[in-house]
């Protein structure tokens, strides 16, 4: 079974509109971490935002938050104000405590095209 | 300053022969990983080091041997290439996992490795 489900492959988003990429997520441990990162075409991988399962608040970082929705198990990221340099791959990934977070499970991506 | 450099950035070899990545982390961090991203950018864990004992063996062929000579350095050998081991490889650093808490990974630039 999949742990982190991305299920859109691929999404379009004018530019100065906001965006929410979607993720969810499959544990029975209470204690987690979920994580976005941003992969654009040079290809490193950008950490972008994290939340804690034990989180109260959902976690912002700038134009990106995080839609924290523990009890439906989704974690979708929401981008406000696309900018063209938003286009990219975006992956979810969560650390469990029962691996000792020594095991990152990542979804399949979602890609990012922002229009002009 | 690099945070977590990976060398080479493009490796072209033969089939059948062996080859190394190496990995740096100037961190300080405590654990390190190997990932393997296919070219659907499937983004799987192969390996994690703690302190330099290996944590995590994700079911990789022992054809890929990790070595940490130190905490701070994590490279990557691999025997005998084969096609299907064409592929983009990440090294990534963190600091140990406290159960739960904001400990996101950081990422080289990835090696891409083509066998022809």
């Known amino acids: 079974a999949q742990k982190i489900t991305q299920t859109q492959p691929g999404m379009f988003v004018q530019e100065k509109e906001a965006v929410t990429l979607d993720c969810t997520y499959d544990t029975s441990d209470p204690s987690y971490g979920l994580f976005w990162y941003k992969q654009p075409s040079s290809g490193e991988m950008i950490f972008l935002i994290y939340q804690g399962s034990y989180d109260q608040q959902n976690a912002t970082e700038g134009r990106y938050s995080l839609n924290f929705q523990k009890a439906r198990k989704s974690a979708n990221l929401v981008i406000s104000a696309s900018q063209l340099g938003d286009s990219a791959m975006y992956f979810c990934?969560?650390?469990?405590?029962?691996?000792?977070?020594?095991?990152?499970?990542f979804g399949a991506g979602t890609r990012l095209f922002v229009k002009a | 300053d690099t945070a977590v450099s990976q060398t080479p950035k493009y490796l072209v070899t033969q089939m059948g022969n062996d080859k190394s990545i190496k990995c740096e982390q100037n961190l300080g961090h405590d654990t390190m990983y190997w990932y393997k991203q296919d070219s659907k950018k499937f983004l799987k864990i192969m390996f994690s080091?703690?302190?330099?004992?290996?944590?995590i063996n994700e079911t990789v062929p022992n054809r890929f041997s990790p070595k940490s000579p130190d905490k701070a350095h994590l490279n990557l050998h691999i025997n005998s290439l084969e096609l299907g081991d064409s592929a983009v490889y990440f090294c990534?650093?963190?600091?140990?996992?406290?159960?739960?808490?904001?400990?996101?990974?950081?990422f080289g630039d990835g090696t891409r490795l083509s066998i022809l």
């Open positions: 080091y703690n302190n330099k004992e290996l944590i």
């Open positions: 990534a650093s963190s600091q140990t996992w406290q159960g739960v808490g904001n400990q996101p990974q950081h």
């Open positions: 990934a969560m650390r469990e405590s029962n691996t000792g977070g020594f095991k990152t499970i």
